[in-house]
Structure formats: C-alpha cells, structure tokens
C-alpha cells in the first residue's frame, strides 16, 4: 500500500471503534484494515489481529506452533 492511499488516523480511529469491525466483541474483522496487529479497543492493553487480514492470521498460526514447539522442546529437557 502506498502512502497515498494509506488512511489517516481519522478513518483507522472510527474502524476500531466501529462496533461492526468487532467479531464478539473480542476479535477485530476489518477487510478495508491493512494493519496487521491493529490497537485493541482500549488501546493501553496493547495490540489485536486482524482476522481479515490473511498474513495477520498466518503470524498468529506461526505464534502458536512456535509456542507449542517450544513448550514440548522445554518439557524433553
């Protein structure tokens, strides 16, 4: 994405505070988000997925085989 059609802080602001982008209101779903891990919705506990970006989602697969890779490696010790 080019800087000329990257959205401001205007629209990024209204898309995470859109109750709509919000799955359950737990996961953030927001095909027009480019972001990878976009703010959760109180913004001072940090980042969330956006799960309708597909490189988002094979970061967070990746995260956990790696967590659950190592967790096995650790326990074998």
């Known amino acids: 994405m080019s800087r000329k059609n990257k959205p401001n802080f ?3 602001n209204e898309w995470n ?3 709509d982008n919000w799955k359950w209101g737990i996961f953030y779903f927001n095909k027009n988000d480019k972001r990878i891990f976009p703010p ?3 913004r001072m506990l940090g980042w969330t997925i956006n799960f309708a970006n ?3 989602v094979l ?4 995260a956990i085989v790696l967590a659950i890779m190592a967790s096995k490696y650790l326990n074998h010790r």
Not at 59 to 62: D, G, L, P, S, T
């Open 17 to 19: 505070n859109n109750p």
């Open 10 to 12: 205007e629209p990024l």
């Open 59 to 62: 970061v967070f697969i990746a």
């Open 40 to 42: 959760k919705r109180s």
């Open 54 to 56: 597909p490189l988002s």
